[in-house]
């Protein structure tokens, strides 16, 4: 469902922030991180990214 919003609007800082979500309960989260900091790009200081950077850098070294 992502994509097909992203295909359409690939300006929308909110469907890069759900695709990001979606990648991250995937376990993929360099393509995670892509999808957040595209939606920081969009909307910088966008508070609900930047969260979720944070969760998907502390999965990252919880994984490690």
């Known amino acids: 469902a992502?994509?097909?919003?992203?295909?359409?609007?690939?300006?929308s800082f909110?469907?890069?922030n759900n695709m990001g979500s979606a990648y991250t309960s995937?376990?993929?989260?360099?393509?995670?991180?892509?999808?957040f900091?595209?939606?920081?790009?969009?909307?910088p200081g966008y508070e609900n990214a930047l969260k979720n950077l944070e969760v998907i850098k502390q999965?990252?070294?919880?994984?490690q």
């Open 59 to 63: 999965n990252m070294q919880a994984e």
């Open 26 to 35: 995937l376990k993929q989260y360099k393509e995670a991180e892509g999808a």
């Open 2 to 11: 992502c994509k097909k919003c992203l295909a359409i609007d690939s300006t």
């Open 37 to 43: 900091k595209q939606a920081l790009r969009l909307k």
């Open 14 to 16: 909110v469907a890069w």
